[in-house]
RNA sequence: GGAGGCGUAGCGAAGCUGGUUAUCGCGCCGGCCUGUCAAGCCGGAGAUCGCGGGUUCGAUCCCCGUCGCUUCCGCCA
């Protein structure tokens, strides 16, 4: 076997190479044999190259061709001669030459697969999850994994550059309330007490700031246990850092410079490394969003001015009990939208808790369809506060500002994906910052944190925090891409004082306080510096640069969104020997009667 | 916890308003073929129509239940 050890690979050979005796090594992508003349296209990492084995070949090399079937892993020995003009494949990066093979070993054979390597379609998910190290076979999840690669090293790289430090943080810590359920883990050696997997590497982070370390990061597993979604895996990867003696002025820009440079080293993109900031409240107010997709345009309208002129009571009842209308022109979008495709955009608008969709056409002869006779004497009025033109579609909405805003909010992405208004090469980022620090827990009346309970409040609710919470602005900033949160980060609070202080306004008991992160709060009262930071997420920066809209695309082995992996079967149940060894006793949960 | 969608050969799909032998493409098996490159041609095997119940003379199709997956809301940075 030694001999047939690879000396090139599928993916390099071109016409330079002619003559070159080589050994490939690789699976059998396609086969074809016309009797005479037998190709098979050899696969590996790097690419695909023909073999052909023919009449030069000795009969007993010719017969074990022909029994080549699909994904069989061979070596091939042979040499790379050019085609000639006629038979040049322009479509194959070695299209130009193919291996006229003297040798061929068939390392192992492959049973009939559970789905095309090559196909055009794709086997469903849990297939694909099944036989992963199939479906990572394919082009499309090769490239994939390439790329999460090439990021992640640029990443290290830039921040080497920066002079950060990677250091790891444990993953077997101390469980913290708030936020996301946590994994968790039983100490055997302890009984009754239990690790937690952590959610971020958020408290070790800062206390490596405490230590001197003043520029960390780290690309960081993470975990929660909380409903998977296509953008939400139980554990994924954080890149995740921390820098001492800074402002979000200097965390922005590690993060705009990070962006240009793992952009331009992967996919050989311009960034604009200048990301416009906008603040939460005009994120929700004008894209209802606060991870607006920039590149969708059709941005929010103040209805109101005109509500009071115009006899439609769902508009003014909106507005007297405090709510909001908006508006929101789609252009050109009048033709294509019938009735029943509105209410299909209703019935988006209703999950997000809103009572309906009012609409109205701009025609050539004025307003038309939905509510327009109770604004056809302003039309005029109605098309110069919102831009309407003929054609146009508008849609309102009337409700409390948090449900227009979140509803219409969308209605418009929908439409955005409907209209296909993105241009999915074109990446728009954006800061959103003043997050509120509290919001106020309805159910338990009470101030929860926005956020988490280590932000740092904004220099001017400093003195005054405890008379509102509700105005204090936190100093803490997420980036957004296209629609989605990439990252979160904050100036985070160092001073124990400050600390405790927050604590109380969201009602969180001193004793408990010091209980859970004790040490944090300990370490603070020995000279801890001014920090700040941010986490983004590589799988779903990764799941963006690619084009998809599933985790599950740029992760080598996720689960399914029940939370298993169909591969190796896991979550599963242990044995009664590892149970009792723990302390550990399983207690069905009772059958609920109906 | 809630709402929508899907479940038909190994895979991807079709199956009209319920009707006798459940289609198609890929793959698989056999044969032919000296220039293909998603090779082609001929032949073949392969399906408890997710599962259970109901309506009906008759159910892949209609109804109820159930299981699995999936998208979304809740939840979650």
Redesign the pocket.
């Known amino acids: 076997m030694e001999k047939m050890k690879r000396t090139a690979t599928c993916g390099e050979l071109s016409a330079r190479d002619e003559g070159r005796d080589v050994i490939l090594n690789g699976w059998v992508h ?1 086969n ?6 037998h ?1 098979i ?1 050899l696969r590996d990492r790097y690419g695909i190259t ?1 073999v ?1 084995f ?2 030069t070949c000795d009969p007993d090399l010719k017969e074990r061709a022909a029994s080549l ?2 994904e069989y892993c061979v070596a091939v020995r042979g040499t790379v001669s050019k ?1 000639p003009d006629s ?3 322009k ?2 990066a070695t ?1 130009e030459i ?1 291996i006229a093979a003297k040798e061929l070993v068939i390392l192992t054979t492959c049973e ?5 390597i ?10 694909r999850l099944k036989y992963r190290y199939l479906d990572l076979r394919r082009e499309k999840m090769q490239k994939h994994i390439a790329l999460r690669h090439k990021v992640s090293f640029a990443v290290r790289e830039h921040f080497e550059g920066l002079g950060f430090y990677d250091i790891e943080t444990p993953t077997l810590i101390k469980s913290t309330p708030e ?3 946590d994994f968790l883990v039983p100490a055997r050696m302890q009984p009754g007490k239990f690790f937690a997997l952590p ?1 971020s590497p958020q408290l070790y982070k800062q206390i490596l700031m405490v230590s001197g370390f003043d520029k960390y990061f780290q690309i960081a597993h993470c975990y ?1 246990d ?2 998977l ?4 895996q139980f554990e994924f990867t954080q890149v995740d850092f921390e820098m001492s003696f800074v402002s979000k002025e200097d965390i922005f820009k590690v993060v705009e410079d990070q962006m240009v440079h793992v952009f331009k080293k992967t996919l050989n993109k311009d960034i604009v490394p200048t990301f416009p900031r906008i603040t939460y409240h005009d994120a929700m107010n004008t894209y209802g969003s606060d991870k607006p997709d920039l590149r969708i345009g059709m941005e929010f309208i103040d209805f109101a001015p005109l509500v009071p002129k115009a006899d439609f009571g769902v508009f003014k009842a909106a507005l007297e009990s405090g709510g909001t209308v908006k508006a929101m022109v789609v252009p050109g979008a009048a033709p294509e939208y019938s009735r029943k495709k509105i209410s299909e955009l209703e019935e988006t608008a209703k ?2 808790g809103a009572k309906g969709l009012a609409w109205m056409k701009v025609t050539a002869d004025g307003l038309d369809g939905g509510i327009a006779k109770f604004f056809a004497p302003l039309t005029e009025e109605v098309k110069s506060l919102t831009g309407a033109k003929e054609n146009d579609l508008i849609l309102f909405m009337a409700s409390d500002w948090k449900t227009a805003c979140t509803s219409l909010g969308a209605v418009r992405s929908r439409l955005g994906k409907d209209l296909k208004l993105a241009d999915p090469e074109d990446y728009r980022f954006a800061w959103v910052y003043d ?1 509120p620090l509290f919001e106020w827990n309805e159910d338990e009346e009470k101030w929860d944190p ?3 309970m280590f932000s740092m409040p904004q220099y001017e609710y400093l003195d005054s925090m405890e008379e509102n919470p509700g105005e204090v602005k936190g100093d803490l900033y997420d980036l957004v891409i296209n629609g989605y ?1 990439l990252a ?1 980060g904050s100036i985070r609070i160092h001073d124990p004082e400050i600390q405790k202080r927050i604590f109380s306004i969201v009602g969180f008991p001193e004793e408990e306080a010091e209980e859970r992160f004790g040490f944090l709060l300990e370490a603070f009262r020995y000279g801890a510096p001014p920090h700040g930071g941010l986490a983004y ?1 590589l799988d779903r920066l990764v799941m963006l640069m690619c084009g998809e809209d ?1 985790l599950k695309e740029v992760i080598a082995f996720p689960r ?3 939370g ?1 992996n169909p591969m190796d079967d896991s979550p599963a149940p242990v044995d009664k020997i590892q149970l009792d060894e723990l302390g550990i006793q399983f207690i069905p949960r009772e059958t609920e009667e109906k």
Do not use: C, W
């Open positions: 396609r074809r044999d016309h009797g005479g003349v190709f296209n023909q052909v023919d009449d079937k699909m085609r038979m040049i494949n479509d194959m299209g193919e009939t697969l559970p789905f095309m090559d196909g055009d379609s794709e086997a469903n998910e849990t297939l936020g996301a359920r959610q929660r909380e409903d979604r296509g953008d939400r999950t997000y997050f926005a956020h988490h949160e979160s997420g599933s399914n969104n029940t298993s």
